[in-house]
């Protein structure tokens, strides 16, 4: 993969929600889903964004696209012909951008209104970006479902006549009608078997390389971002503990979270035997998350330091590739 550019700065990117208790709901605390996120999304590549359900990858995603408006930070997207900071930009400016910057929902049922047929739900954005004419609408739409593996003639059947892996295609149809640069895939092969999974992650390959796209891939599943990321970023408590390329992520993992996620793979194979880290105790409030580092009261290697002191985000001085980086103070004991 060739990298031409930096397709998005996220720079101290926050979003708390307040928690209000009483009779005049007053503001009791903070839930901080996204504390402090520094991340560059590189142009034609496919970040993995992983974790626990409740770390806060789908709540990232959508504060990156603007769909909640994070608390703090910024997110500075390089465009084709500028560079602007989407927090910066009022809801009717953002509208703009949204054409670049799409996603695929988790659920493919629930994301399709099931009151129209596929032709309905997928026209409006059409004919918000200029397509005025009915005709040209059903060409575009019909070369869609044909480039994701479905028939033209679909889109005037309703969502309740397909499959998962069905609408899910049309889920990716309805996030390229406008031909984005970026794309949020939110769980987006989690709900489907596995051989309608292996379908949709070639189909998603194959379109970045036609269509010279960029993917933000949000998934618990770390199988599947070895087959098809470029890099990985793990999430624990709202926080990025460890950033890598996909490929030295296996080898060579550096934060016990990382190692326990990798550790709970399924192994298929009988003659070996998983070494299976079982984390004890459930994840911390963001509410109130403990004070040091945040994965410590579950952590089989923490130290008496890790109850104090927050880790560093850096670069590992001990691995060849500059570009793997954790939160881990076991990284300044070796």
Same mark, same amino acid.
């Given at each position: 993969m060739t990298v031409q550019k930096t397709i998005l700065e996220i720079r101290d990117l926050e979003l708390h929600f307040p928690v209000r208790q009483g009779v005049f709901k007053k503001v009791r605390g903070h839930v901080k889903a996204v504390d402090g996120i520094n991340l560059d999304i590189l142009k034609g590549e496919i970040l993995g964004l992983v974790g626990e359900? $409740?770390? $806060? #990858? %789908? %709540?990232?995603?959508?504060?990156? =696209?603007?769909?909640?408006?994070?608390?703090n930070g910024n997110v500075i997207y390089n465009a084709k012909d500028e560079t602007v900071d989407l927090c910066a930009l009022s809801? /009717?400016?953002?509208? /703009?951008h949204r054409k670049n910057l799409q996603i695929v929902f988790q659920d493919p049922h629930s994301s399709l209104n099931p009151a129209f047929t596929i032709y309905g739900s997928l026209q409006d954005p059409l004919k918000k970006y200029g397509v005025k004419s009915a005709k040209e609408r059903r060409r575009i739409i019909g070369d869609l479902l044909e480039a994701v593996n479905l028939r033209r003639d679909y889109m005037d059947r309703y969502p309740h006549e397909f499959? *998962? *892996?069905? +609408?899910?295609?049309?889920g990716i149809a309805r996030a390229l009608l406008v031909d984005p640069e970026l794309i949020v895939c939110d769980e987006a092969v989690s709900a489907l078997d596995v051989s309608i999974q292996a379908q949709v992650l070639q189909l998603l390959l194959d379109l +970045? /390389? #036609?269509r010279d796209l960029t993917y933000i891939f949000i998934t &618990?599943? =770390?199988s599947v971002t070895e087959y098809i990321c470029d890099r990985i970023a793990v999430m624990y408590l709202g926080k990025i503990v460890e950033l890598a390329d996909a490929e030295d992520l296996y080898k060579n993992t550096l934060h016990p979270y990382t190692e326990a996620l990798l550790s709970a793979i399924p192994v298929a194979d009988l003659d070996r035997k998983s070494n299976r880290i079982v984390l004890e105790g459930d994840v911390p409030s963001p509410m109130n998350p403990p004070t040091g580092c945040p994965f &410590?009261?579950?952590c089989h290697k923490a130290i008496a330091k890790c109850k104090t002191h927050i880790p560093e985000f850096k670069i590992s001085v001990n691995n060849d590739d500059v570009n793997h980086y /954790?939160?881990? &103070?076991? =990284?300044d004991e070796t």
């Open positions: 359900s $409740g770390c $806060g #990858k %789908t %709540t990232l995603g959508k504060s990156i =696209l603007q769909l909640i408006r994070p608390t809801d /009717a400016e953002m509208s /703009a499959s *998962g *892996g069905q +609408r899910q295609r049309i +970045r /390389a #036609k &618990h599943d =770390l &410590h009261p579950r /954790a939160a881990c &103070h076991l =990284l």
